[in-house]
């Protein structure tokens, strides 16, 4: 989890405590009014929280995917590169060879 969103969950936990706590100090409803309101502040609170982390649970499973999709590509890329210089490198071997051999062939009248 991001350190922002991390911040986030935790000053809206913070909030929703502070407000528990100032509700009960200033109620002018009875304690079972008071109670509901709790409860009803409880719940508002627990629902934006589980949808901030499904929105921050979305956006983890995107940039994955993001990550994942940029890995694919530049493995696909240096497999490209390292394919290219492998020919090189062979073609490169081949000639060294057939002029060894013709050295040899040299040497050997």
């Known amino acids: 989890m991001s350190n922002n969103t ?4 935790l000053a809206l936990l913070t909030g929703a405590a502070i407000g528990a706590g100032i509700g009960i100090l200033f109620a002018p409803d009875k304690g079972s009014k008071t109670r509901g309101k709790i409860k009803n502040g409880f719940d508002d609170a627990k629902c934006e929280l589980k949808n901030k982390l499904d929105h921050a649970s979305l956006e983890l ?6 990550a994942k ?5 530049t ?3 240096l497999v490209s590169n390292m ?11 081949e ?3 057939a002029e060894l051999k013709r050295q040899n062939a040299k040497l050997q009248k």
């Open 95 to 97: 000639e060294k060879l």
């Open 61 to 66: 499973k995107d940039k994955f995917a993001s």
């Open 83 to 93: 394919s290219h210089k492998t020919e090189d490198v062979i073609s490169f071997l």
């Open 69 to 73: 999709y940029d890995l694919e590509g």
């Open 75 to 77: 493995y696909e890329e």
């Open 6 to 9: 991390g911040n986030t969950l």
